[in-house]
């Protein structure tokens, strides 16, 4: 029993969604042949999911899709743009009663990139989060200062942080004060209070 919570499977959002393909872990290679073999295992499902894009089956067009990693050395690389000139439905791969959310850049750079998200995609999302540099537990209490919104990330580190069992604290980027010693929810000050 590790003490964090199950893995999400099939069910969620009114019995829409399927059980989650099983991508390779961290942990099942001992090698990078090891890796590459796994990664090739997983091409095949990849053009699966790849040929149910409107924007891909026109990209990629008639012709045999790629089957090996050096098959997509050729390959233009997907842009920004491709994202923003198919919006909105022109880069999906799955039935639009999939979808658990939708989110948009920050648009720093001009126009917002949108992007869209199963129930599935947050699982893998989430895990790889909590698998960053230090991992997160249930005994630790995460403060999320990134923003909500639409964008990603305040989302992504709070559903990184509930999935290892992490007591999260949604401080978001614009929230005027943080927990102080007067109001800290009776954890130790130090653990995740900036302001003293």
């Known amino acids: 029993m590790t003490g964090r919570p199950p893995r999400p499977r099939a069910g969620g959002r009114g019995g829409r969604r399927t059980t989650a393909p099983k991508l ?7 090698s990078t042949d090891e890796l590459s ?5 997983q091409i ?7 040929a149910r894009s409107p924007y891909y089956r026109g990209r990629l067009g008639p012709g045999a899709m790629p089957s090996t990693a050096a098959d997509f050395d ?6 920004k743009q491709d994202l923003r000139d198919n919006y909105p439905f022109g880069m999906l791969a799955v039935p639009k009663e999939r979808l658990a959310t939708y989110h948009e850049s920050s648009g720093t750079a001009g126009q ?3 992007s869209y998200y199963t129930e599935e995609d947050w699982v893998d999302l989430a895990e790889r ?3 960053k540099w230090i991992g997160i537990s249930p005994s630790d209490t995460f403060l999320v200062r990134t923003p ?3 964008l990603l990330t305040g989302h992504l580190a709070h559903a990184g942080g509930r999935l290892h069992g992490a007591t999260v604290v949604p401080g978001d980027k614009v929230l005027g004060y943080l927990p102080t010693e007067e109001r800290h929810v009776g ?3 130090d653990e995740f209070c900036i302001e003293k």
Not at 24 to 30: D, K, T
Not at 37 to 41: C, E, F, N, P, V
Not at 74 to 79: F, H, S
């Open 24 to 30: 390779p872990q961290l942990g099942q290679w001992s």
């Open 37 to 41: 073999a796994l990664q090739d295992k």
């Open 44 to 50: 095949a499902q990849t053009l699966e999911w790849v």
């Open 74 to 79: 050729g390959l233009p690389l997907t842009a």
């Open 112 to 114: 917002p990139t949108p």
């Open 129 to 131: 989060f909590g698998r």
């Open 148 to 150: 909500y919104a639409l």
């Open 187 to 189: 954890y130790p000050i």
